[in-house]
């Protein structure tokens, strides 16, 4: 079992910048993937970005390309998501989850563990 825990959300004015990160710990492993998903009130939850083990391949959300960045430090098992401009409807809280297969994937299916979710609020 791999426990996920995330960090630095938090209330932001529009066009701003926050910087998640999400530790692992528990039964790690370098050869999983990672992905960070959001779910706003009354919607389902939606992927925003993945990074595959080596940090090689990523993927986004059209609706934050250009805006966020994904990025790991495999030496400290965490993975960020920095984002910039952002946008009111970029409010959700924000999801950590990691998959025991080296590739990216867009759907939360696929993916094993979940951390607790950190809120993040963007006002206009």
């Known amino acids: 079992q791999v426990q996920l825990v995330e960090s630095g959300g938090g209330l932001v004015q529009a066009g701003g910048s926050l910087r998640l990160s999400c530790a692992a710990s528990g039964r790690t492993s370098r050869n999983s993937a990672m992905a960070w998903f959001r779910q706003a009130p009354g919607k389902e939850r939606e992927f925003v970005a993945a990074?595959?083990?080596?940090?090689?391949?990523?993927g986004y959300a059209d609706s934050v390309k250009g805006r966020f960045t994904i990025s790991r430090d495999n030496a400290r098992n965490t993975v960020y998501l920095q984002m910039n401009s952002l946008k009111p409807e970029d409010t959700a809280v924000y999801y950590c989850?990691?998959?025991?297969?080296?590739?990216?994937?867009?759907?939360?299916?696929?993916?094993?563990?979940w951390g607790q979710g950190t809120q993040v609020t963007v006002s206009s």
């Open positions: 990074i595959s083990q080596s940090g090689g391949t990523t």
């Open positions: 989850a990691v998959r025991l297969n080296s590739g990216i994937a867009t759907r939360s299916g696929s993916y094993d563990n």
